[in-house]
């Protein structure tokens, strides 16, 4: 393949290309409905055109026939008159007249013909015309709601170029306002600790103490107040603690009480007997009563 060939292919292709892009379908199908139109309008025009040829040949036919008609009823009269000779050039010219009304017969025999055909083909035109109008219409419908819906979906997907350039701005919009937020948030903090000097107006040195000593205020009151709830916490603690052993210590001597009762409902046994029955470490022990005295026998 030559270089001029291959750089014409190439031109073809791209050109191709180019075309298809800017092609638009429905505009493609308009064009094409209208040459058909023209197409049906030139085809009836071919009939017209047939038809008023057939009508001029019929007209001409009519005058032949009424001439030939004269020539004889003059051919006629001539005889009569005894006029062979002009009898006899009235019917020559009547056999002229008639030799060019066969011509004539013919064509319009011809002529009615061809608008016979032209006809019938004006009218299947017409109804394919019809037929690719109706189907021009629904794939122009169809082709402009799949266009809308491929729209809305890259609308909605953000996959537009138009959505992507905005959601693009809108996030360096976000993120310029936050670089601008923590750059006077800092300023401030070192605006209020004294670390930059404030050269818009003049700086109370007094209401910086005070402000100092009102935040550290504030601190203690906070220790003060966690201290509180601290120890509170304990006593409460505690308190729930001896309430406990008070009420364990109530039911050991309640339990004591019991067991003293059940030995004075029982009949006396010698006193080796009563001591192997009840020793001294099996008795219970109260808080309010020391062991001591238990095994002395002075416990209440």
């Known amino acids: 393949?030559?270089?001029?060939?291959?750089?014409?292919?190439?031109?073809?292709?791209k050109a191709n290309k180019a075309l298809d892009k800017m092609e638009d379908p429905r505009e493609t199908l308009d064009y094409a409905y209208q040459?058909?139109?023209?197409?049906?309008?030139?085809?009836?025009?071919g009939v017209a055109d047939v038809?008023?040829?057939?009508?001029?040949?019929?007209?001409?036919?009519?005058?032949?026939?009424?001439?030939?008609?004269?020539?004889e009823d003059q051919a006629r009269k001539a005889l009569s008159m005894g006029r062979e000779d002009l009898?006899?050039?009235?019917?020559?010219?009547?056999?002229?007249?008639q030799s060019q009304l066969s011509g004539l017969q013919e064509q319009f025999v011809q002529l009615q013909s061809d608008e016979e055909k032209l006809t019938l083909y004006a009218q299947q035109v017409q109804a394919k015309l019809d037929a690719f109008r109706t189907q021009k219409e629904t794939i122009k419908a169809r082709y402009t709601a799949a266009e809308a819906t491929s729209r809305i979906n890259e609308a909605m997907s953000g996959i537009s170029e138009?959505?992507?350039?905005?959601?693009?701005?809108?996030?360096?919009a976000e993120d310029k306002t936050a670089?601008?937020?923590?750059?006077?948030?800092?300023?401030?903090?070192?605006?209020?600790?004294?670390?930059?000097?404030?050269?818009?107006g003049h700086r109370d040195d007094i209401q910086a103490e005070l402000d100092m000593m009102s935040a550290?205020?504030?601190v203690e009151s906070d220790l003060r107040r966690l201290r509180g709830e601290l120890a509170?916490?304990?006593?409460?603690?505690?308190?729930?603690?001896?309430?406990?052993?008070?009420?364990?210590?109530?039911?050991?001597?309640a339990q004591y009480g019991q067991q003293q009762d059940n030995q004075q409902t029982q009949p006396q046994q010698p006193p080796y007997q009563q001591s192997a029955a009840l020793p001294v470490s099996d008795l219970p022990v109260s808080d309010d009563v020391p062991v001591s005295d238990v095994e002395d026998g002075t416990g209440s």
Request: glycine share 8%.
């Open 35 to 45: 040459r058909q139109l023209e197409n049906l309008t030139r085809v009836r025009r």
């Open 216 to 218: 550290s205020s504030d």
């Open 87 to 97: 009898a006899r050039s009235a019917l020559e010219r009547k056999s002229a007249a």
């Open 1 to 13: 393949m030559g270089v001029m060939k291959r750089v014409s292919l190439v031109f073809k292709a």
């Open 162 to 172: 138009d959505m992507g350039d905005i959601g693009m701005a809108i996030q360096r």
């Open 51 to 71: 038809a008023t040829s057939r009508k001029r040949v019929e007209l001409q036919m009519n005058q032949i026939n009424q001439q030939s008609s004269k020539l």
């Open 179 to 200: 670089q601008l937020q923590a750059r006077a948030g800092a300023l401030d903090e070192l605006l209020a600790s004294g670390a930059l000097d404030d050269l818009t």
């Open 232 to 253: 509170s916490g304990q006593a409460k603690q505690l308190e729930s603690g001896a309430n406990g052993g008070q009420a364990q210590g109530n039911a050991q001597r």
